[in-house]
């Protein structure tokens, strides 16, 4: 079960309808990343099924209770289908979740401009850090993982005003305990991963990313802490590509996999 003190965290990204789109071209969007395009009415049945269930709702591990279903929601890039679709049903369920940002990307085509983000920061929302670049930190030099920690958090922070950034999703789900030191040095209370939990539990939380195909039955599966065989077959063939080809053999497997797929 991927829980941190008994804490679930959900990683969506896109959401779509018929008249909103999410940004287009690998130049902006991480390989495969249409995987995780959710339509909106799923994502209005899982917070309703939230509720339904009873399940406490929070963004800060403090506020987990021992004895009920704790789970966090994160959201992965800033795209602006956050802030147009998302953040109505969030404040229609009165449920606050955590958005990680890319600032360069702040106001291009397709993604949330800072008035947008002011505003989710207004109504309670977490504004974290999704790195300066959305390069894979663990393809850099120590100076290049403290400058996309240390940049982003302090272009975030100035463009928010006196806000403070205590959070970091890490790009493409490649992560050690360097990355993980460094950005406790620097200031982040909370990290969040895609990874299974190989992490110390505390600050570092593994999240389960919800794709575009579930079935509401599958989301169930996944808030009970279950995987269908196959799809744990393919987790653990995944896992075992990325250890032998490491990160850009298995983002080049990724992309020829797409392509013949999708």
Same mark, same amino acid.
Request: charged share 25%; aromatic share 12%.
């Given at each position: 079960m991927?829980?941190?003190?008994?804490i679930?965290?959900l990683?969506y990204h896109g959401?779509?309808?018929?008249?909103?789109?999410?940004?287009?071209?690998?130049?902006?969007?991480?390989?495969?990343?249409g995987?995780?395009?959710?339509?909106?009415?799923?994502?209005?049945s899982?917070?309703?099924?939230?509720?339904?269930?009873e399940y406490?709702?929070?963004?800060?591990?403090?506020?987990?209770?021992?004895?009920r279903?704790?789970?966090?929601?994160?959201?992965?890039?800033?795209e602006?289908?956050?802030y147009?679709?998302a953040?109505?049903?969030? @404040?229609?369920?009165? =449920?606050?979740?955590y958005?990680f940002? *890319?600032?360069? !990307?702040?106001?291009? #085509?397709?993604?949330?401009g800072?008035?947008?983000?002011?505003?989710?920061?207004?109504?309670?929302?977490?504004?974290?850090?999704?790195?300066?670049?959305?390069?894979?930190?663990?393809n850099?030099?120590?100076?290049?993982?403290?400058?996309?920690?240390?940049?982003?958090?302090?272009?975030?922070?100035?463009?928010?005003?006196?806000?403070?950034v205590?959070?970091?999703?890490?790009?493409?789900?490649?992560?050690?305990?360097?990355?993980?030191? @460094?950005?406790?040095? =620097?200031g982040?209370?909370?990290?969040? *991963?895609?990874? !299974?939990?190989?992490? #110390?539990?505390?600050?570092?939380?593994n999240r389960v990313?919800?794709?575009?195909?579930?079935s509401?039955?599958?989301?169930?599966?996944?808030?009970?802490?279950?995987m269908?065989?196959k799809?744990r077959?393919?987790?653990?063939v995944?896992?075992?590509?990325k250890?032998?080809?490491r990160?850009?053999?298995y983002?080049m497997?990724?992309?020829?996999?797409?392509?013949?797929?999708?």
């Amino acid at each position: 079960m991927l829980k941190n003190n008994n804490i679930m965290v959900l990683m969506y990204h896109g959401l779509v309808s018929f008249d909103k789109n999410v940004p287009k071209g690998e130049d902006t969007r991480e390989v495969g990343a249409g995987f995780y395009d959710l339509n909106v009415q799923d994502f209005e049945s899982h917070l309703q099924w939230l509720q339904d269930n009873e399940y406490n709702v929070i963004v800060d591990a403090k506020d987990a209770i021992a004895d009920r279903d704790n789970v966090i929601i994160t959201f992965d890039d800033g795209e602006n289908s956050n802030y147009s679709l998302a953040f109505p049903l969030l @404040k229609k369920f009165n =449920i606050k979740a955590y958005f990680f940002i *890319i600032p360069p !990307r702040v106001g291009r #085509p397709g993604y949330m401009g800072w008035d947008e983000i002011r505003e989710l920061h207004a109504a309670g929302m977490i504004i974290g850090s999704h790195g300066l670049s959305h390069e894979t930190l663990t393809n850099l030099l120590d100076t290049q993982i403290d400058e996309e920690l240390r940049s982003s958090k302090k272009n975030i922070e100035i463009n928010l005003g006196a806000a403070v950034v205590t959070a970091f999703s890490v790009p493409r789900g490649f992560c050690n305990m360097a990355i993980v030191n @460094k950005a406790v040095e =620097i200031g982040y209370q909370y990290i969040f *991963i895609s990874e !299974r939990p190989r992490f #110390p539990a505390g600050q570092v939380f593994n999240r389960v990313a919800v794709k575009r195909n579930w079935s509401m039955d599958r989301f169930v599966m996944a808030m009970d802490g279950k995987m269908p065989f196959k799809e744990r077959i393919a987790f653990n063939v995944r896992d075992l590509a990325k250890l032998i080809l490491r990160e850009r053999g298995y983002n080049m497997l990724r992309r020829i996999v797409i392509k013949i797929f999708d």
